[in-house]
């Protein structure tokens, strides 16, 4: 299952940076499940990963190397995590990099990888080290398509997004794909995200961007409250664009990319929400009147996360009793729980600590039939607000995560 359209959006090369899909038969035959990405010299490249202190191996590995120089290749594998894998997991990825490294005439240390996949089994090393040489010849810089399927694991469709805007004269390209449907929770998910722009961005203003970007996007998801130990992100930055070097805050090249790269995580992020695993309803919840972001956030979270109201979400049972109880025990100080008011697509549900005098069950049970819903709430204190995106839970995810192994 999965909400919305399912079809990718027009998606704009980037100059500089190309890539390729093979199939290696990690755990589905036929499949594509492996990936290859190139940068051209010249690019800067900014990264975040999981904070999981179970880092997988390929996650220990590219921190390792991006300290070392800017990346020239990613390597991407599905179907197996390498995590959980100690020594031999490491040896494993280092001799990924070597291989694609020697096939590309590269240092080991100029080669990211990345895997995402069953935790706790060894990395198939063989399969992948055959089909490398494929994935680097079918590097294109129209490849995004295939890439965006080939990094799929429980995914059912491929998530991608690509916009173009004009700066100075310029055209100006920013696209990306990402993969992940479960075991996603802020501070980075069971994602891996990838996204270019042809702009020329000076190191420290991409991280900044970077940092901006995943803060309004991949750290405001949720879909079982759980952080992975494989996420990555990355933004590359190749420079091939005739505008010039962004390298001050103060330019107003600046702001106008860092919208376009952070509008495109936001499309990405909710994508991933929207293709969640067993998902029937992508849910945003939009809490205003707090103290400030963090209280609107820590009651966002509450409400996104609890089971009670996720699955009251799957049956569209306007269970208003469930988001008071997330609300009152998300641990906000000295809440007044008479200045606070709930709605769900714009249908007041309750107010002054109870159902509100307007609300009809025929009301919610209108406004949860909906596949997007916004849960809006008012706390009534203070000028905070925050947004987080969620989705219901469902038969269909306890299917997919019992069976996940078989």
């Known amino acids: 299952m999965a909400v919305g359209p399912a079809t990718l959006p027009h998606l704009h090369a980037v100059p500089g940076f190309r890539l390729g899909s093979a199939s290696a038969g990690i755990k589905t035959p036929g499949r594509l499940d492996l990936v290859v990405m190139a940068i051209d010299d010249g690019a800067t490249v900014a990264a975040v990963f999981t904070r999981n202190a179970f880092c997988a191996a390929p996650v220990q590995l590219a921190r390792q190397h991006m300290q070392q120089r800017t990346p020239a290749f990613f390597v991407v ?6 995590a959980g894998t100690g020594a031999r997991g490491i040896a494993d990825s280092q001799q990924s990099c ?16 990345f895997s995402t996949g069953v935790i706790g089994e060894p990395l198939p090393l063989q399969k992948i080290l055959s089909a490398l040489p494929t994935a680097l010849a079918d590097c ?10 080939g990094i799929m694991t429980t995914d059912t469709r491929p998530k991608a997004a690509s916009r173009q805007l004009q700066v ?52 405001r998801i949720t879909i079982d409250g759980d952080t992975s130990t494989n996420d990555a992100c990355m933004l590359v930055a190749t420079g091939r664009s005739a505008l010039a070097t962004i390298d001050s805050m103060q330019q107003p090249a600046f702001a106008a990319v860092q919208e376009a790269i952070s509008l495109v995580f936001i499309e990405l992020a909710q994508g991933l929400v929207r293709d969640g695993e067993g998902a029937s309803k992508f849910v945003s919840v939009e809490v205003k009147g707090g103290a400030d972001e ?8 509450t409400v996104a996360e609890s089971p009670l109201v996720k699955t009251a979400l799957f049956a569209s ?58 849960i809006s709430i008012d706390l009534g204190r203070g000028t905070g607000s925050a947004t987080v995106w969620t989705s219901d839970l469902s038969q269909e995810y306890v299917r997919i995560n019992a069976e996940y192994r078989s």
Not at 98 to 113: H, T
């Open 317 to 374: 049972d306007p269970n208003w009793g469930r988001l008071l109880a997330a609300i009152g025990r998300a641990g906000l100080e000295q809440l007044d729980v008479n200045t606070v008011t709930v709605a769900i697509n714009t249908v007041l549900i309750a107010e002054q600590g109870c159902r509100a005098a307007s609300y009809t069950e025929a009301q919610g049970v209108a406004a949860m039939a909906a596949d997007d819903i916004t």
């Open 98 to 113: 070597q291989a694609l490294a020697e096939l590309c005439g590269q240092s080991a240390e100029a080669i990211l990888p």
């Open 168 to 219: 100075d004269g310029h055209t100006i390209t920013v696209t990306g794909i990402a993969k992940g449907a479960g075991m996603i929770k802020p501070n980075m998910a069971t994602m891996l995200a990838y996204i270019a722009t042809d702009a020329a961005i000076e190191q420290t203003l991409l991280d900044k961007m970077m940092q901006e970007a995943v803060t309004q996007s991949f750290n």
């Open 140 to 149: 294109d810089e129209l490849g995004w398509a295939r890439a965006a399927e």
């Open 77 to 82: 594998n599905t179907g197996n995590a390498n």
């Open 294 to 301: 963090q209280e609107c956030l820590k009651v966002a979270y």
